[in-house]
């Protein structure tokens, strides 16, 4: 019988709490060079999954995030959205809705 411990990593964005960047169906790592070939990505002191890797990217390009023009708000929750266009990263904002008097 042959026994050897192992040590692995688990990586939590600081961005969106994720642990998994992929399709993988394990959280862990067996180093951090196996979780940076998989998408992650320390930036400022932080540790960011694959997607807010991408989305931190784009928001410090030049103009930062390239938006889609905004939804119409839409549903009765009355919020609209838009996307940007790099990224992906979505946005919502509350529909302000007038009450006359
Ligand atoms: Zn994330
Ligand atoms: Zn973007």
């Given at each position: 019988?042959?026994?050897?411990?192992?040590?692995?990593?688990?990586?939590?964005?600081?961005?969106?709490?994720?642990?998994?960047?992929?399709?993988?169906?394990?959280?862990?790592?067996?180093?951090?060079?196996?979780?940076?070939?998989?998408?992650?990505?320390?930036?400022?002191g932080?540790?960011?999954?694959?997607?807010?890797?991408?989305?931190?990217?784009?928001?410090?390009?030049?103009?930062?995030?390239?938006?889609?023009?905004?939804?119409?708000?839409?549903g009765?929750?009355?919020?609209?959205?838009r996307?940007?266009?790099?990224?992906a990263?979505?946005?919502?904002?509350?529909?302000?809705?007038?009450?006359?008097a």
């Open positions: 019988m042959s026994r050897t411990p192992v040590r692995c990593i688990v990586l939590t964005c600081d961005s969106c709490g994720t642990r998994t960047s992929s399709e993988r169906e394990a959280d862990y790592y067996p180093s951090l060079a196996h979780a940076r070939a998989d998408g992650w990505e320390t930036a400022d932080s540790d960011l999954c694959i997607s807010c890797a991408d989305e931190h990217r784009c928001e410090r390009e030049p103009g930062g995030h390239d938006w889609a023009p905004w939804s119409a708000a839409s009765a929750g009355r919020y609209r959205s996307e940007c266009r790099r990224c990263k979505e946005q919502t904002a509350a529909v302000l809705s007038l009450v006359v």
